[in-house]
């Protein structure tokens, strides 16, 4: 008896994204192990977005493909959580509608099923893509891998890695674009109802609190920078001298990265409480307190702050750009 190929679900989130998506669902469509359900939700887009992919679906009338397009708005995290609510695969791709996927994206990453049947997330590496399609690259930061995301020791370079909790507690690693969930993985999220954190981080906690996590260090698919990126990803356009004292002084770059460690820790109280500590609760204390630091922007705040026995969660990095914005800024930029 042979083993039945298990089913595969891709959901796709819409949203005014008229000029690319066309490309997106070619690439999907192109794969060359097919999927067995394609789901695209529209987010109540104002432009052409929906009208493109009814098109695109009248083109393909052999593949299970279903359009929702109920007018409602609900931000790309519900939207993605009302995707995975519908899905039925045993397997679901997530996706962004202005990517490009290599051919063998599904392809690959079902073959590390094969390898680590205990996966519940597996997360791809990709390519940096401009607007018009050009792929170019970064300069990679020691240490660090998916570009630049994701810091692992002792990653094993283009093969499967097992992440842990504590990999993603700092930010998060991975993107949702890049993910492929099981079934049971994305039931919990469903039914976890927390949107605390982005959809794509939650799910990283969720399936890492089970031990399920993985990072497959391989470019499967191309991801655009473009004006409408829904999220941005800094390390995506090199960083000059101006540019880094923008962000010193930036109030968005000085809170930021801490309220995602502190929101990440909420999150983490709330559906794992098994797994929560003393210790856990006075870094998400000093966290709040690190911004409520910025928010006032005084000397003696900041000297409080330093004294505090959790200032170690701080690099010195951190701790002087700190410092130099409580002095120097008027806490009006908040440019990215």
């Not at 674009?177 to 039931?187: D, G, H, Q, Y």
């Not at 981080?201 to 031990?211: M, P, R």
């Not at 390390?235 to 990440?264: C, E, G, M, V, W």
């Not at 609760?281 to 966290?287: C, D, L, P, S, V």
Request: aromatic share 10%; hydrophobic share 40%.
């Amino acid at each position: 008896m042979t083993e039945s190929r298990p089913f595969l679900s891709v959901v796709v989130a819409a949203y005014n994204g008229a000029p690319y998506i066309e490309e997106q669902l070619d690439s999907i469509a192109a794969q060359t192990l097919p999927f067995d359900e394609l789901i695209i939700r529209d987010d109540g887009s104002t432009d052409q977005t929906p009208e493109v992919i009814q098109a695109w679906i009248n083109r393909h009338p052999d593949l299970n493909i279903r359009l929702i397009k109920d007018g409602a708005n609900l931000g790309y995290i519900r939207n993605f959580h009302a995707l995975l609510s519908q899905a039925k695969g045993d397997y679901i791709f997530l996706s962004d509608q202005d990517d490009r996927w290599h051919p063998d994206k599904i392809e690959k990453m079902m073959e590390q099923i094969k390898i680590q049947p205990g996966i519940q997330l597996l997360a791809s590496s990709f390519s940096f893509m401009h607007g018009n399609g050009e792929v170019y690259s970064v300069e990679p930061i020691p240490g660090w891998s998916n570009q630049n995301l994701l810091h692992v020791d002792n990653l094993k370079e283009g093969s499967l890695n097992q992440i842990s909790l504590q990999t993603i507690a700092h930010h998060n690693g991975f993107q949702g674009c890049a993910m492929m969930v099981s079934k049971e993985l994305a039931k919990r999220y469903v039914e976890d109802e927390n949107f605390i954190l982005p959809h794509d981080w939650q799910l990283a906690l969720l399936a890492a609190i089970q031990n399920g996590l993985y990072y497959l260090d391989l470019s499967l698919f191309d991801y655009r920078i473009h004006d409408a990126n829904t999220t941005s990803l800094p390390q995506a356009t090199p960083d000059n001298l101006k540019i880094k004292l923008q962000r010193t002084l930036s109030h968005y770059y000085r809170t930021a990265p801490f309220s995602d460690r502190r929101n990440f820790l909420e999150s983490l109280s709330i559906t794992s409480p098994a797994d929560w500590t003393d210790d856990l609760a006075r870094q998400k204390a000093f966290y709040q307190a690190y911004l409520d630091t910025v928010e006032k922007r005084k000397l003696s705040s900041y000297i409080a702050l330093m004294r505090d026995p959790s200032n170690g969660l701080l690099t010195a990095k951190d701790k002087i750009s700190l410092l130099l914005y409580v002095l120097f800024s008027d806490g009006s930029g908040d440019e990215r």
